[in-house]
C-alpha cells in the first residue's frame, strides 16, 4: 500500500496539469470492464482523465435491464448514454478472466454467495473447447458478447441505437500480451484492433 500513496502524495503535486477538468467531463465513450487489477483501461487506450467513463464489475457482467430496481450499474449506464452522450461503448473481456473461469468450470462458490449470486446473472452458459485453458478465451469472448445483448435491453441503449447516435464494441484483451481483439460481425470473430 505504501507505494501507491507516496504516488499519490506526488500526483497532487501537479495540480495545474488537471485545473481544466473544473469546467465539467465530456467522455465520448463508456468502458466497460471487469474489476480485474491487470486491466488498466486509461493505461490501453492512452486515455487521459475525461476521456473514458467507466463502469468496472466482476466479471464484467451488464445485469439484465429491470425498471423499479435500482443498481449502480444501470445508473452509469444512463448517465453516461442520457447526460453525457456518449458516442460508443465498449464492453472489454479478458483474457484469465476468475470469473468467467469460475463459470466454465463450475466453481464451488458457496463461501462467496455474492460472487455466486452476481456470476449468477451471466446468463448464458459459458463455451470453451478446452476447460483447461487457462486463458478461457473463447469463453470469454462468447461472454463479451452476451454483455452486448443485455446492453440492448436498456431502453435509453437501444433508441440511440436505432437512431445511429450510439455504436457497440465487444474487445477481448489478453492480460500477457497486451493485445487488444475486437469483434467484426462480418466475420463473427475477434480480431486484432
Ligand atoms: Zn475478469
Redesign the pocket.
Known amino acids: 500500500m505504501q507505494p501507491l500513496i507516496d504516488n499519490a502524495r506526488a500526483f497532487g503535486r501537479r495540480p495545474e496539469e488537471f485545473a481544466t477538468l473544473a469546467a465539467g467531463q465530456s467522455p465520448e465513450v463508456l468502458f466497460i470492464t471487469?474489476?480485474?487489477s491487470r486491466v488498466v483501461p486509461a493505461l490501453i487506450t492512452g486515455a487521459r482523465p475525461g476521456q473514458l467513463f467507466e463502469l468496472r464489475t466482476?466479471?464484467?457482467i451488464v445485469p439484465p435491464y429491470a425498471s423499479g430496481t435500482p443498481t449502480g450499474e444501470a445508473a452509469t449506464i444512463e448517465y453516461a448514454v442520457e447526460v453525457l452522450g456518449v458516442q460508443d461503448i465498449v464492453v472489454c473481456g479478458?483474457s484469465h478472466?476468475?470469473?468467467?473461469g469460475a463459470l466454465v468450470r463450475g466453481d464451488d462458490l458457496s463461501t462467496v454467495p455474492a460472487v455466486r449470486d452476481w456470476l449468477a446473472h451471466a446468463a448464458d452458459e459459458p463455451r470453451t473447447a478446452d476447460p483447461a485453458d487457462p486463458t478461457v478465451n473463447e469463453a470469454v469472448q462468447h461472454h463479451v458478447l452476451t454483455q452486448l445483448l443485455r446492453l440492448r435491453s436498456y431502453p435509453c441503449v437501444e433508441s440511440r441505437l436505432t437512431d445511429g447516435r450510439l455504436r457497440l464494441h465487444a474487445w477481448y484483451y489478453e492480460v500477457h500480451t497486451g493485445q487488444v481483439r475486437e469483434h467484426r460481425s462480418a466475420t463473427d470473430a475477434f480480431e486484432a484492433l
Do not use: L, P, T, W
Request: proline share 0%.
Open positions: 471487469c474489476s480485474d466482476a466479471g464484467n479478458h478472466c476468475g470469473a468467467v
